[in-house]
């Protein structure tokens, strides 16, 4: 492939190549079809749902829908933030993203979304985060906060030295945790568990940024998510005012609170919260939000790219890397824009879509 290829920020080379469905560097000597454009590692979606939609679990056939609208977007890589479906039969097929799980959420009881979470009480959450680190790969989603209905307001589902155990137990069995927070009350228990990354992390103050720079835990905002706060506010003002005008003030500062993490260090990964109520295939419309919030657009790509990759575990254009990349007819950091239009995507080195050239 003609460069420019991006194998970092700052680092670019003039071409890129893929022999036996690995990247070289080092053209090779057979004639080879060649593909114009930027290059850029296949995205990352590190908060989605597969095989999840707003009810609950989804046949296959929905489950390989979602999955191809990511692919064809880019986004060749998702972290599976929960689900109650069984998709490991994506494992078996190379044309779809490669997915790391976290097993299924683990909510307290009547404290969720009904058909997503296993359900239980504070004296149960150490077993059900062993199991579910079973059947993750090595990620658990615990759900940090949500509404309380006695108190109207969203509020945190467990003790300080619960979650504290749990996320000592996972770690022990070599899983890393997540959790989903809104608000701002339970973050500073969780940092001070041990947590490694939280979802949303609308609640984000001065104290609990410095925390979580200090312990470098990960955020992953789904600001595309965070967009829907004022419409579920609107459904909830009747019945739970406080809880409604929480929402909208945590949306009204999103931006601010995403600007002044970046600026404290957190890492900061791209997700989006598709398979629920959004559809998937939005990566590009994420990280064009984390632009928007005042990340460079060499910061935000690297929070769908090369970062991202190399925090859940997967290489980037790297020499013998597996070929997992997307191409783009301009370059990405002169406009984000572009990214919501790949000229050629290439996984596990074949071309999805996209036109090869002779070459020069």
Not at 41 to 63: I, K, N, Q
Request: net charge negative; glycine share 10%; aromatic share 6%.
């Amino acid at each position: 492939m003609a460069g420019p290829v991006l194998v970092g920020p700052a680092d670019v080379r003039d071409e890129l190549w893929v022999v036996d469905g690995r990247i070289t560097f080092t053209r090779p000597t057979a004639a080879a079809d060649t593909v114009r454009g930027w290059v850029l590692p296949g995205l990352v979606d590190a908060h989605c749902h597969v095989g999840l939609d707003a009810h609950g679990a989804v046949d296959d056939e929905t489950t390989l829908a979602q999955a191809l609208a990511d692919r064809d977007t880019g986004a060749l890589l998702l972290r599976d933030a929960g689900s109650p479906a069984d998709t490991r039969w994506m494992d078996d097929r190379a044309d779809l993203p490669r997915v790391v799980r976290a097993g299924r959420h683990i909510a307290r009881t009547r404290r969720y979304i009904r058909n997503y979470a296993e359900e239980i009480e504070p004296d149960g959450l150490v077993g059900e985060v062993i199991r579910q680190a079973k059947r993750g790969d090595g990620w658990v989603k615990l759900v940090g906060d949500w509404i309380d209905r006695s108190v109207g307001d969203l509020a945190p589902c467990w003790p300080a030295d619960v979650v504290a155990e749990a996320i000592a137990a996972a770690h022990d069995a070599g899983a890393r945790v997540t959790a989903h927070c809104f608000a701002e009350d339970s973050l500073a228990d969780l940092a001070e568990a041990g947590i490694d990354c939280v979802e949303h992390a609308t609640g984000l103050t001065d104290d609990t940024i410095a925390l979580f720079a200090a312990r470098g835990i990960a955020i992953v905002p789904t600001l595309v998510n965070i967009a829907t706060f004022p419409g579920i506010a609107a459904g909830a003002d009747d019945k739970f005012p406080r809880y409604a005008e929480h929402m909208r003030a945590l949306h009204a500062r999103r931006f601010d609170t995403v600007g002044a993490a970046y600026d404290a260090g957190i890492p900061i990964y791209v997700g989006t919260d598709a398979g629920g109520s959004l559809p998937h295939g939005l990566a590009a419309a994420e990280i064009a939000e984390l632009v928007r919030a005042g990340l460079p657009p060499e910061a935000a790509l690297d929070a769908a790219t090369w970062s991202a990759r190399a925090w859940l575990g997967f290489p980037g254009l790297e020499e013998g890397a597996p070929a997992d990349l997307v191409v783009y007819p301009e370059d990405p950091r002169a406009d984000v824009a572009v990214l919501a239009a790949p000229d050629v995507v290439v996984l596990r080195g074949h071309p999805i879509s996209g036109r090869a050239v002779p070459a020069a």
